[in-house]
């Protein structure tokens, strides 16, 4: 499709002139519409721009490589004359440059650099609809400067899919414009039942399906790079059974180089197919050429931070229905194509419209630190078409305080400026910084760069090593031979040479900027990267080989055949769990020494004193502690007695006073005074002795027992019984013994014990030691009559009664049957009432 059948084509007159007459426009124009590189071409000669410059805003590299290559073909002239672009570690412009074409976190840096923009006429903001954090920040910087310090700035925001009404609540003086589109018809086709595959045997199935029915090339969209190597190495080994020599399979995805990535975009060779294997980067603003057929996994692998544990990870999830449209019209740009999607027609309607901007849900100390560079501290002062979420992002600038980066006033700090003025995370930053100071800045650079990139190595299935130094290992062999031939070989994995590259480059990168020499030197790379992540600094376990408690409280644990499980002390860089038990996925080894030096201003010493269970005892030391980790421990001299007995108390409690010498006499005292009080004038004022009663009070009747008491073998010995009668007086000590004695004489003139533990007194007594009593015994002065259980001569209960002289006339006659077959030598008269009671087997003078 040339230019001048481009859809852009048909409103860039009306585009122009409204440019002219208004400073923020909203562009909507579909995929392959042309709106990428016409644009800013047909706004280079306006008169509003009188020379200055065309800022565009193109969210992925690739993109941007490729937008301003196209444009400067366009010109007739190479990249970097009047159209050049800026990306992360490539930059080609000259002074002749007139459309830059950036990444958001350039135009950041451009902004805090040159807070007027006072040499661009016009930011173009493109594929706004990604949403991703730096862009969101972006405009809000570009909105403050376009009504403070460079009102006639301009401001175009453009994409095929745009939230109108929130921008055009942002945008108050905008006018909106829209382009329709020329897409070629493509043909969705449906494979599967429920839910996007996972599954990479279908997955090459479809692929080699498509190859050999269908013409022309292949995209295939799938979640990370991880499948994209897998799916790679399978259809190298397939393809060549099924069609021949005919395909060329090239990967795609944001960590290649530019040679790479242009290899993927780039025609097939002549005579040959393509098969693309990339990430959701081929889903906007690249046209790659030959693209016929679609393959759509429908997932994808988006960043998910939680605040909880202050991590970052990424989530494999299925794609919105924006991303699945997006994708499929990748098949109808140059002509008709297919679409196949790996699941079901019915399950589109459950994909979400589109993901939530990246603002709302992702680690902010990155934008904390540019709005303080920027002299802002409170981001309602911006405008935003979703604000940063207040209590996040007060977290992130709490952060910030703790690095350095802001003081108490909330305000940037010269380190903070530092820390700005570099392409990485504060974190990453304040490390490398401290890093120059510390006389590793290289290394420190080198951790940076291995740390901020995909894993440079690919193990086996169930073979992965945790251990960061194996990462560092190679990359120093790397930049001191500058060569990947002599590099180790590894067991059970291989590395990304191509990736060890750009890890390497990124590195010396970084060292120029901070103008810190090239050279390696003997380094503790743990002591590093606890710089930046001081609260990921993880000790392991008691009793335990790969369990490690973090710093910041979080739990961890390393798989059971990591070799980096050798270390006692480790400082982690990512994890991946819940915050009780996270695996451990890359780390260092580390020692309680470096710490002990390294955050020596932030050492917390502290009296402790707490219960310790399995000595049984009350344990008072000297602490010091790093956050959460506790370094060392000696003993108390002169603990606080206050102290010690409030443990004691605590403990007594949990215990439910198990830990207390009670014994059954002490219980049954206990049951006699609640049972007393029942029947004690109100005006008596017995105290509750109940168990919940006594634990509630425990201060006041216990603690003056527990002088010098400090361990359970010590609580045994305390005189218990006396501490419970503190609480009564004697006088009312005596009217209990008189309402609740503690036995009852029997006929027999055995003294049996009652039983106060239930709601009636229990008298538990042999059947004989009764006979001649008419009246049930009884105690409160007459008023609570006894349960009798009455017993064999075996001491088992064989009736129950609250009614002894009903027993005699009813019960008894079956109950002397009864026991006459059970025990014949024992007495059973005819008559009870008349006979005499008896505690032996036989009386010695029985009843005629």
């Not at 080994?237 to 780039?266: H, M, N, Y």
């Not at 990139?453 to 120093?476: N, S, V």
Request: neutral net charge; proline residues 7%.
């Amino acid at each position: 499709m040339d230019n001048a059948t481009l859809p852009i084509e048909t409103i860039l007159t009306e585009l122009r002139e409204t440019l002219a007459r208004r400073h923020q426009v909203i562009l909507t124009a579909p995929p392959g519409a042309g709106k990428t590189t016409r644009v800013p071409l047909a706004l280079l000669d306006e008169p509003w721009l009188a020379g200055r410059k065309i800022i565009m805003l193109e969210p992925r590299r690739l993109a941007a490589r490729s937008a301003a290559r196209y444009m400067a073909r366009q010109l007739g002239e190479e990249v970097g004359r009047r159209v050049g672009y800026r990306v992360r570690m490539d930059t080609r412009v000259s002074a002749a440059t007139r459309i830059e074409v950036v990444t958001e976190g350039i135009l950041v840096r451009m902004l805090q650099h040159d807070p007027e923009l006072a040499a661009t006429g016009i930011v173009i903001f493109d594929e706004f609809h990604e949403r991703n954090l730096d862009s969101d920040l972006a405009l809000a910087l570009c909105l403050d400067l376009q009504g403070a310090l460079n009102p006639e700035l301009r401001l175009l925001v453009m994409s095929a899919t745009l939230p109108t009404e929130q921008l055009t609540a942002v945008l108050a003086d905008s006018t909106s414009l829209a382009c329709g589109g020329r897409q070629f018809p493509v043909e969705i086709r449906y494979r599967g039942e429920h839910t996007p595959a996972r599954n990479i045997d279908q997955l090459v199935r479809e692929i080699l399906q498509a190859a050999t029915q269908e013409e022309g090339s292949i995209l295939v969209f799938v979640p990370g790079t991880g499948e994209i190597h897998q799916l790679c190495r399978r259809l190298t080994e397939r393809l060549p059974t099924v069609s021949g020599d005919k395909w060329r399979i090239t990967p795609l995805f944001g960590a290649l180089t530019a040679g790479e990535q242009d290899l993927a975009i780039a025609p097939a060779p002549p005579g040959k197919r393509k098969i693309v294997v990339a990430t959701d980067i081929a889903e906007t603003s690249l046209t790659i050429e030959g693209i016929r057929i679609v393959i759509d996994t429908g997932l994808q692998r988006r960043p998910y931070f939680d605040p909880a544990t202050g991590l970052t990870r990424l989530q494999t999830m299925p794609i919105s229905q924006a991303s699945a449209i997006q994708r499929s019209g990748r098949a109808g740009r140059m002509e008709p194509g297919i679409s196949i999607r790996l699941w079901g027609e019915h399950a589109t309607g459950g994909l979400i419209p589109s993901h939530r901007p990246e603002i709302l849900g992702c680690d902010l100390t990155g934008l904390a630190l540019e709005l303080a560079v920027w002299g802002v501290s409170d981001p309602a002062r911006l405008q935003w078409l979703d604000p940063p979420p207040q209590e996040r992002f007060a977290a992130a600038r709490l952060l910030l305080q703790q690095l350095g980066a802001l003081d108490d006033t909330l305000r940037v700090t010269d380190h903070g400026q530092r820390l700005a003025d570099l392409p990485l995370h504060p974190r990453l930053a304040h490390m490398v910084v401290l890093g120059v100071e510390d006389g590793t800045g290289f290394n420190a650079c080198l951790l940076a760069a291995v740390i901020s990139e995909k894993d440079l190595l690919r193990f086996d299935r169930d073979h992965y090593q945790a251990d960061l130094q194996l990462r560092i290992d190679i990359m120093e062999g790397l930049l001191k031979n500058g060569s990947t031939r002599s590099l180790p070989r590894i067991h059970n994995g291989m590395i990304d040479t191509g990736l060890a590259r750009r890890i390497a480059t990124a590195a010396c990168d970084l060292a120029r900027r901070l103008d810190t020499p090239e050279k390696l030197r003997d380094c503790d790379y743990g002591r590093l990267l606890a710089w930046g992540y001081p609260e990921r600094i993880g000790c392991r376990r008691p009793q335990s080989e790969v369990n490690y408690l973090l710093a910041g409280g979080q739990g961890a644990y390393l798989d059971p055949n990591d070799s980096l499980s050798r270390h006692e002390w480790l400082a982690v860089f990512s994890l991946d769990g819940n915050r009780n038990n996270a695996r451990i996925y890359l780390a260092l080894g580390y020692d309680r020494v470096t710490l002990l030096d390294q955050f020596a201003d932030q050492l917390q010493e502290q009296e402790h004193l707490a219960w310790d269970g399995e000595r049984g005892l009350v344990v008072a030391e000297t602490q010091t502690h790093y956050q959460k980790l506790l370094l060392t421990s000696k003993p108390l001299t002169a603990p606080d007695p206050e102290a010690i007995q409030k443990i004691l108390l605590e403990q007594i409690r949990k215990s439910e006073q198990s830990v207390l010498p009670w014994n059954r006499t002490l219980r049954n005292w206990q049951q006699r005074v609640c049972f007393a009080g029942k029947f004690l004038a109100s005006d008596a004022n017995i105290p509750d002795m109940s168990d919940a009663q006594l634990l509630a009070e425990l201060e006041e009747w216990l603690a003056p027992f527990l002088d010098k008491v400090k361990s359970a073998k010590e609580l045994a010995a305390i005189d218990l019984g006396g501490a419970l009668k503190t609480r009564i007086p004697y006088p009312l000590q005596r009217q209990i013994d008189t309402l609740a004695p503690t036995h009852y004489v029997v006929p027999s003139g055995s003294k049996i014990p009652i039983d106060y533990s239930g709601d009636i007194p229990v008298l538990a007594v042999r059947l004989q030691e009764m006979f001649g009593l008419d009246q049930t015994p009884a105690v409160a002065n007459g008023r609570q009559p006894l349960l009798l259980q009455l017993l064999s001569p075996a001491s088992r209960p064989i009736q129950i009664t609250s009614d002894l002289p009903g027993f005699w006339r009813s019960s008894y006659e079956a109950v002397k049957k009864e026991m006459k077959g059970r025990y014949p030598k024992h007495y059973w008269p005819d008559d009870p009432l008349a006979a005499t009671p008896a505690n032996r087997a036989k009386p010695r003078k029985p009843d005629s």
